[in-house]
């Protein structure tokens, strides 16, 4: 030290550290703080506390889990019409995954319904003959099909910042470039609100509070469900409208300009807009069951049967953890696989340090959804997240406008446009969810 300070102060062997004794103590200046403690030092020299400040840095760490799964993994497709045609029923066979046999007498029709035909009138005709409403006639039948649309929704997120606080955060002990620190977080922000609209729980649209929630995106739990889940959730006073009420809101019932899964008597109809919902056997309190592997190996079989491919199943983190346990217990574990992202058509290449590892069930990988909800009577007793199977083969995020970001303001030379000494910013993302075959959509809830 005695070297350090003849160094520092030009003082060599004259005094010692005398120089640095005030008020009959040694006191460094940058010591007025103490960094354990978070206090001044007691018994300081006086008016050194103005001579240290606490500096915080520039770089602001965030203390949130802003993961956006849902939106990730939905495949974007470019906007190209507002609406699009489904085959919902055979021109015999009825509309189920499997074809329908049944008693009807072709010749009894008259051309009204062929759902559930005799097996010996579906096709087979005798030689030459006639195109008549007759036991061997050939009578004209035709497949059945519905418009759907949909409209696009607008995501919009503004923000703005002072001219004073660009001009002093790059002073005194600022952050620096404020606008790039706000524009980051307010990015993450805006993917953050997506993610969330798409795994929004699926009570929330018969809520009478919400009347605004259809200008988001329409939540894969109003996609992925059906008619008896609708029931069910009804009976069990999951849904505002009340149990028992023969009827729900449009806001929770109609799908893409369809009110297929409308109650009829408070009873649930069979849709074509019906997905794969394993719920067990109500929403009551006490219907609520543990997950198990066969939950999950059902759901898988029944999806394949309908013609569906489940890419991918999202869940929460709990579920995952669940999941392991179970097949644990088994000597079995999650096996891991590398999955390459997609964007727009461009794929990542294999190889590349471009794909992540994600535990996959049956080679179908899970992904972890942290807003996932866990749907379940108020009553009952522990819960765990929502499962959705997904065939993004035909569930997609159309997509108008991409996501922009726009700035204006005193910093451009115009603050007269947006109306203050400032800068005035927004990111703003015009999409929709789509859907083409719900009967390859799947969802496991009521699950502990």
């Known amino acids: 030290m005695t070297d350090l300070e003849a160094a520092t102060y030009g003082v060599s062997g004259v005094g010692g550290n005398a120089l640095l004794k005030q008020a009959g103590a040694v006191a460094n200046i940058n010591s007025a703080y103490r960094h354990d403690t978070g206090t001044d030092f007691v018994g300081q020299a006086a008016g050194l506390?103005?001579?240290?400040?606490?500096l915080y840095?520039?770089?602001?760490?965030?203390?949130?889990?802003?993961?956006?799964?849902?939106?990730?993994?939905?495949?974007?497709?470019?906007?190209?019409?507002?609406?699009?045609?489904?085959?919902?029923?055979?021109?015999s066979g009825g509309s189920g995954?499997?074809?329908g046999i049944g008693t009807t007498d072709l010749s009894l029709t008259g051309g009204t319904s062929f759902d559930a035909l005799r097996a010996d009138k579906i096709g087979g005709v005798p030689e030459n003959a006639s195109f008549s409403n007759?036991?061997?006639?050939?009578?004209?039948?035709?497949p059945e099909y519905e418009q759907l649309y949909y409209s696009p929704k607008i995501v919009a997120h503004q923000f703005d910042f002072s001219e004073l606080s660009l001009e002093m955060a790059a002073i005194d002990d600022g952050v620096g470039d404020i606008r790039a620190i706000v524009r980051e977080d307010m990015g993450k922000h805006h993917a953050e609100?997506?993610?969330?609209?798409?795994?929004?729980?699926?009570?929330?649209?018969?809520?009478?509070?919400?009347?605004?929630?259809?200008?988001?995106?329409?939540?894969?739990?109003k996609v992925v469900t059906s008619s008896a889940e609708l029931n069910a959730m009804n009976d069990g006073s999951l849904l505002a409208t009340g149990s028992g009420a023969s009827t729900l809101p449009d806001q929770i019932v109609k799908l893409y300009g369809s009110t297929a899964r409308q109650l009829s008597s408070g009873n649930a109809v069979a849709s074509f807009l019906d997905a794969e919902v394993d719920f067990g056997n109500g929403y009551a309190a006490g219907d609520i069951r543990p997950l198990t592997l066969t939950?999950?190996?059902?759901?898988?079989?029944?999806?394949?049967?309908?013609?569906?491919s489940p890419k991918v199943i999202l869940t929460g983190y709990d579920t995952i953890q669940t999941i392991a346990d179970l097949l644990q217990s088994q000597e079995r574990f999650m096996d891991r696989q590398e999955i390459i992202p997609t964007f727009n058509g461009v794929r990542g290449i294999k190889g590349q340090e471009v794909g992540f590892r994600v535990a996959t069930y049956f080679d179908i990988p899970i992904i972890p959804v942290k807003d996932m909800p866990v749907t379940k009577n108020s009553g009952a007793t522990g819960?765990?997240?929502?499962?959705?199977?997904?065939?993004?083969?035909?569930?997609?995020?159309?997509?108008?406008?991409?996501?922009?970001?726009?700035?204006?303001?005193?910093?451009n030379g115009n603050p007269f446009g947006v109306g203050t000494l400032g800068n005035r910013a927004m990111y703003r993302t015009i999409g929709e969810v789509g859907c083409s075959f719900w009967k390859g959509q799947g969802k496991i809830t009521n699950v502990k």
């Open 97 to 99: 995954s499997t074809f």
């Open 134 to 142: 007759s036991e061997d006639g050939l009578v004209p039948m035709t």
């Open 57 to 91: 840095g520039q770089k602001v760490w965030s203390m949130l889990n802003r993961e956006v799964n849902a939106l990730s993994v939905l495949s974007k497709r470019p906007w190209s019409s507002s609406g699009w045609r489904v085959l919902k029923s055979r021109p």
């Open 295 to 308: 939950l999950l190996n059902d759901m898988i079989r029944r999806l394949r049967l309908n013609g569906g």
């Open 49 to 54: 506390t103005a001579l240290y400040n606490v």
């Open 193 to 221: 609100v997506q993610n969330k609209m798409l795994v929004m729980p699926l009570e929330h649209y018969d809520n009478a509070t919400y009347t605004a929630i259809e200008r988001n995106y329409t939540s894969l739990h």
């Open 383 to 411: 819960g765990v997240s929502d499962l959705l199977f997904l065939d993004t083969d035909h569930l997609w995020l159309g997509v108008m406008k991409p996501t922009q970001y726009f700035e204006d303001g005193i910093t």
